[in-house]
């Protein structure tokens, strides 16, 4: 596979169908399908609405990766990212399409003037850990002096 074939772009309303079929894979590989309570309809208005940024990556027209973030702002350092997934269907994967979505996302940022990317990754998720590492991304978990909290709402 040529890394030319890769075409990035914004997602649409009419990708929403293809990304949340990737989304239930995402949920399948984490093995958090019950966990999943999102559902294509919402996603889809939710996409139209902006309350996230959605690029996917396309070969022969066909979605193979998608890659979702927002925007959010830290007090300190100002414009900043949290990104809540990068995913590539498997049979795509080790064929720079990550790599492609990665670079999109680092392009938003530098376009928005943003200091940092956030992110998380499960500890047993070994290859993605490599991909972050090899993009010198550093881990936080044992740095950080903060405590991570959530609320269900």
């Not at 990708?15 to 239930?24: C, N």
């Not at 902006?50 to 973030?69: E, L, Q, R, S």
Request: glycine letters at 4%; one cysteine or more.
């Amino acid at each position: 596979m040529d890394i030319d074939n890769i075409m990035i772009s914004r997602a649409t309303p009419e990708d929403a169908s293809q990304v949340f079929h990737l989304i239930k894979q995402l949920a399948k590989f984490e093995n958090m399908e019950d966990l999943l309570i999102n559902n294509e309809h919402t996603f889809k208005k939710d996409l139209i609405n902006h309350m996230f940024n959605c690029f996917v990556a396309k070969i022969g027209g066909k979605i193979v990766g998608y890659t979702v973030f927002v925007y959010t702002f830290d007090l300190m350092e100002g414009n900043t990212i949290f990104l809540e997934d990068i995913f590539v269907e498997e049979a795509f994967r080790g064929l720079g399409v990550g790599t492609q979505l990665w670079r999109q996302i680092i392009s938003s940022a530098q376009e928005e003037d943003c200091s940092r990317m956030n992110f998380q990754v499960s500890k047993w998720n070994l290859p993605s850990i490599k991909f972050y590492q090899n993009r010198e991304c550093v881990n936080l978990s044992n740095l950080s002096s903060w405590e991570l909290y959530r609320k269900s709402l």
